[in-house]
C-alpha cells in the first residue's frame, strides 16, 4: 500500500528557533498533503494544505508566518514552525489524499518546545 | 460550531463489558469513517459507512450508519486491553477529511 515517511518522529527544541518537518510520499506522488495538529487526548485538527506548484491554504485561525509549508515536489511536502514557543508543543501528523488504501497518514512528529 | 460531536469524550472500562461511541451532525453526509489511534502514531481506519441504516461489523466492533446519514455509531462488545485508543469518526468533504472530536477508550484488565 502506500506509505507516507514523516521525519522526525521526535523533535526537542529550544524556545524561539524553527523546525522542519519533512513528509514524504515513498511510492506514490502526491500532489496535496494535509497537516495535522494534534494536542494530548484531543482529536486531530486540519491546520493546512499543502499544494505542489502553489500556495499552501491555511485553515482559518492558523498563522500563515508562522506555519510556513513547502509542497516542493510531487513526493515531498514540508512544514516549518518558525520561532517556536511552548504553546507549539504538539503532535504534527500528515496525510495524503485517498488513494487505493484511502487516506495515507505519516506517523507523527512530536514537537517540545522548551 | 464542531461539524462532527462525538460522545462520550472520555471513557474507561473493564475488560469484558461492552460499550458504544456515538458521533453526531447536523449535516448530512455521504460517508463517514471510522478511525483508531495510538499513542504517538497516525490513524488507522476502521471502516466506511455509506448507506444509511448500513450496520457493518468488524471483530467484536459493529458500526451504524443513521439512517438520515447524519450521526453514526460504534459498538464494541466483550472490550479488551488491546482496544485501548483515540476512536475517531471523519468525513470528506472534497478530499479534505474532518475529524470527530473523539472519543479516548481506555480498558482496564
Known amino acids: 500500500g502506500a506509505v507516507v515517511s514523516q521525519h522526525p518522529s521526535r523533535v526537542i527544541c529550544k524556545s524561539g528557533t524553527s523546525v522542519k518537518i519533512e513528509c514524504r510520499s515513498l511510492d506514490f506522488q502526491a500532489t496535496t498533503m494535509f497537516w495535522y495538529r494534534q494536542f494530548p487526548k484531543q482529536s486531530l485538527m486540519l491546520m493546512a494544505t499543502s499544494n505542489e506548484g502553489s500556495k499552501a491554504t491555511y485553515e482559518q485561525g492558523v498563522e500563515k508566518d508562522k506555519f510556513l509549508i513547502n509542497h516542493a515536489s510531487l513526493t515531498l511536502s514540508t512544514l516549518t514552525v518558525t520561532s517556536a514557543h511552548p504553546e507549539d508543543s504538539s503532535f504534527y501528523i500528515c496525510?495524503?489524499?485517498?488513494?487505493?488504501?484511502?487516506?495515507?497518514f505519516g506517523s507523527g512528529t512530536r514537537l517540545t518546545v522548551v | 460550531t464542531q461539524l462532527l460531536e462525538q460522545s462520550p469524550q472520555f471513557l474507561s472500562i473493564q475488560e469484558g463489558e461492552n460499550l458504544t461511541v456515538y458521533c453526531n451532525s447536523s449535516s448530512v453526509f455521504s460517508s463517514l469513517q471510522w478511525y483508531r489511534q495510538e499513542p504517538g502514531e497516525g490513524p488507522v481506519l476502521l471502516v466506511t459507512v455509506v448507506t444509511g441504516g448500513e450496520v457493518k461489523k468488524l471483530k467484536r466492533l459493529t458500526f451504524q450508519f443513521g439512517d438520515a446519514r447524519k450521526d453514526s455509531s460504534l459498538h464494541i462488545t466483550a472490550a479488551q486491553p488491546g482496544d485501548t485508543g483515540l476512536y475517531l469518526c471523519a468525513i470528506t468533504s472534497g478530499s479534505r477529511l474532518t475529524f470527530g472530536e473523539g472519543t479516548q477508550l481506555t480498558v482496564n484488565p
Open positions: 496525510s495524503a489524499p485517498p488513494g487505493t488504501y484511502g487516506y495515507t
